[in-house]
């Protein structure tokens, strides 16, 4: 969705009005602790942070998000970086996720200021 400008986030663009990554972070950690039901549409997100904390704790997580988002690491790149390198696969559900949740936050800011 931003694959050419890079991810939307206020340290990319300086922009003080797009999400930061830390609320990005903040959202994951929460959908992580209180999954939504699978039968939503994007329920399959929670479920691969909630498993990921489970499996390498908050901390590994929350690099691998930053990676991804901030430092411009591709989600294997994170994945390796965060979890290590026979782990690597864990860091494209961490991404994907984290990219479906900056999409999350970009909407509600959207549709917020079009009220």
């Not at 050419?4 to 340290?11: A, F, H, K, L, T």
């Not at 990554?21 to 992580?32: F, S």
């Not at 591709?74 to 970086?81: E, K, L, N, P, V």
Request: one cysteine or more.
């Amino acid at each position: 969705m931003y694959s050419d400008e890079g991810y939307r986030i206020r340290e990319n663009t300086g922009d003080p009005s797009a999400p930061s990554v830390d609320a990005v972070i903040d959202l994951a950690l929460e959908r992580a602790a209180d999954p939504r039901s699978t039968e939503h549409p994007d329920g399959h997100f929670d479920q691969y942070i909630s498993d990921a904390v489970e499996q390498f704790g908050e901390d590994d997580v929350v690099n691998c998000i930053r990676f991804t988002l901030v430092d411009g690491y591709t989600h294997r790149m994170a994945g390796t970086a965060a979890f290590g390198e026979d782990d690597y696969a864990w860091g494209i559900d961490v991404g994907v996720a984290a990219i479906a949740y900056l999409r999350d936050l970009h909407e509600q800011r959207e549709s917020g200021s079009d009220s």
